[in-house]
């Protein structure tokens, strides 16, 4: 009744740098400006309205989707990326990243991606040491170390070298990983199907 807040699920939150409020839900896009909100869905802009994700990255707006891939918006117009018109090899979008150098990561089922300078590369197992290819969630402490949470463990690129952990070789509570976040003190927060695990390769600090 005090918003255009639809009765869906509400999916994602995003802040953006000019003090507006991006809100990503399964009937589409809104943002509040001041007390002002805006509302976007198929009749003007959006190609998928069942979303997964919204973040600023390059004073850019990238929503991820179900269905519809990445859309992005800027200077008050859309532009899309899908499986028919970019690399994406999935429509399902599961995380947004950026590196300190303004590389943009993302996660569709089956592969990974990094966009650097407007150029895609493909990411998998057959190209990269991660235990998954099926990315959850990205931590970036710095542009040489990244954390990924896959669908199959837990996985560290640093300084080039790839480091992977599931139940087999560590003490991670589950397979299934969902997210990871880095603290100032180098400590990784991991949070899996089975709970909370904290890694950090030169001792836990807390």
Not at 117 to 122: C, D, F, L, P, T
Not at 126 to 133: E, F, R, V
Not at 146 to 169: C, D, M, P, Q
Not at 190 to 196: E, H, S, Y
Request: glycine letters at 10%; charged letters at 15%.
């Amino acid at each position: 009744s005090n918003s255009l807040l639809p009765n869906a699920p509400v999916v994602d939150i995003e802040c953006g740098t000019d003090g507006s409020i991006w809100v990503a839900t399964y009937h589409g896009l809104l943002r509040k400006r001041n007390v002002n909100w805006d509302s976007f869905d198929l009749t003007n802009g959006l190609v998928d309205t069942l979303l997964r994700k919204v973040k600023e990255m390059n004073g850019k707006i990238y929503v991820g989707s179900t269905i519809g891939g990445i859309s992005v918006f800027e200077n008050n117009g859309w532009s899309h990326f899908n499986t028919s018109n970019s690399n994406l090899e999935g429509n399902q979008i599961r995380f947004f990243e950026e590196s300190p150098n303004s590389t943009i990561w993302a996660g569709s089922f089956w592969h990974f991606y990094a966009i650097e300078n407007g150029i895609w590369s493909v990411l998998d197992n057959s190209n990269t040491g991660i235990s998954d290819p099926r990315v959850n969630d990205m931590a970036i402490p710095s542009d040489n170390e990244l954390h990924f949470a896959t669908h199959v463990g837990y996985s560290i690129l640093k300084n080039g070298e790839w480091s992977g952990f599931t139940i087999l070789n560590s003490p991670l509570p589950h397979n299934i990983v969902e997210m990871v976040e880095v603290d100032a003190k180098g400590n990784a927060w991991i949070g899996t199907f089975g709970g909370l695990a904290i890694y950090n390769q030169n001792g836990i600090d807390l």
